[in-house]
C-alpha cells in the first residue's frame, strides 16, 4: 500500500466547466505524479512534483494544472480547455524509485 | 517514440500454466524495470522489479528476466492463476537523472480456468 488516496472515484463534468481530483498522501512520498489512462494507450504523464511549490509538465499537461502547497496534498484541475477529458487518472507517490498508486478517478464528460 | 514497448497487447494462457509477459525497451541508460499490475478501474499494483545490475529477480511465483544487450526484459509468472487476468505494465527509468518513470503500453493477460 503506497498510501496514496483518490477522490472522487467518478466525478462528472459538464461542457466548459473546471473540476479539482483530489490526491493525498500519508507516506511523506517527496515526488507525486499524476497520470492519465485511455484505452491502448499505458499511462501518460500529465504533471510531476518533486517537492513542495514546485511541479513540472509532463508528456501531455495542456488543459490541466497543478499545485503542491504542501506535500501531503497534489491536487489536479481539468480545467475546460482539455477537449477530451473523459479519462482514468491516476495519481501516484515515489518511494525510491518505485511508484505506487492510488485508486484512480474515472472522469465522465456529461 | 516509444522507449518502452510491450508488443503484445493481450495474452491467453490456461489456469496452472507458465504466462510470459515481454517487455523491450530503446534507452540504454535505463537501470531500473517494474512491473505493474492493474485491475479494470482500479490503480496499478507494484509487482516486482529488477536493477541493470541483475539478471533475475524472483518473488513467489513471478520471475522478471532481464537481457541488458538484447534490451529485454520478461515476466513469468508460474503457475498461472485466474486472479492474475489484468493488464501488466512493464516500466523503466533512470535512476540517476532524476527523470521519471516510463511505462509501456500495457499486455491484457487472460488466464482461462
Known amino acids: 500500500d503506497g498510501g496514496i488516496t483518490q477522490s472522487p472515484k467518478y466525478l462528472f463534468r459538464k461542457e466548459g466547466q473546471n473540476v479539482t481530483l483530489s490526491c493525498e498522501q500519508n507516506l511523506n512520498h517527496d515526488a507525486m505524479y499524476w497520470y492519465r489512462q485511455d484505452p491502448g494507450q499505458g499511462l501518460r504523464l500529465i504533471y510531476y512534483s518533486q517537492i513542495v511549490n514546485d511541479f513540472q509538465k509532463g508528456d501531455i499537461a495542456e488543459g490541466y494544472s497543478v499545485s503542491r502547497e504542501k506535500k501531503e496534498s497534489f491536487p489536479l484541475t481539468v480545467t475546460s480547455a482539455q477537449k477530451n477529458p473523459t479519462a482514468f487518472y491516476l495519481c501516484a507517490g515515489t518511494v525510491q524509485e518505485t511508484q505506487y498508486f492510488g485508486p484512480g478517478t474515472r472522469l465522465l464528460v456529461l | 517514440d516509444q522507449q518502452v514497448k510491450q508488443n503484445s497487447p493481450s495474452l491467453s494462457v490456461q489456469e496452472g500454466r507458465i504466462s510470459i509477459l515481454n517487455c523491450d525497451y530503446t534507452n540504454s541508460m535505463f537501470d531500473y524495470f517494474l512491473w505493474y499490475k492493474k485491475y479494470p478501474a482500479e490503480g496499478p499494483t507494484f509487482l516486482i522489479s529488477?536493477?541493470?545490475?541483475?539478471d533475475k529477480n524472483e518473488d513467489g511465483r513471478f520471475t522478471v528476466f532481464l537481457n541488458k544487450s538484447a534490451k529485454h526484459l520478461s515476466l513469468h509468472i508460474v503457475p498461472s492463476q485466474p486472479g492474475d487476468s489484468a493488464v501488466y505494465f512493464c516500466?523503466?527509468?533512470?535512476?540517476?537523472?532524476?527523470?521519471?518513470?516510463?511505462f509501456g503500453k500495457g499486455t491484457k493477460l487472460s488466464v482461462k480456468p
Open positions: 529488477i536493477s541493470s545490475i541483475k
Open positions: 516500466a523503466a527509468i533512470h535512476g540517476g537523472s532524476q527523470g521519471n518513470l516510463i
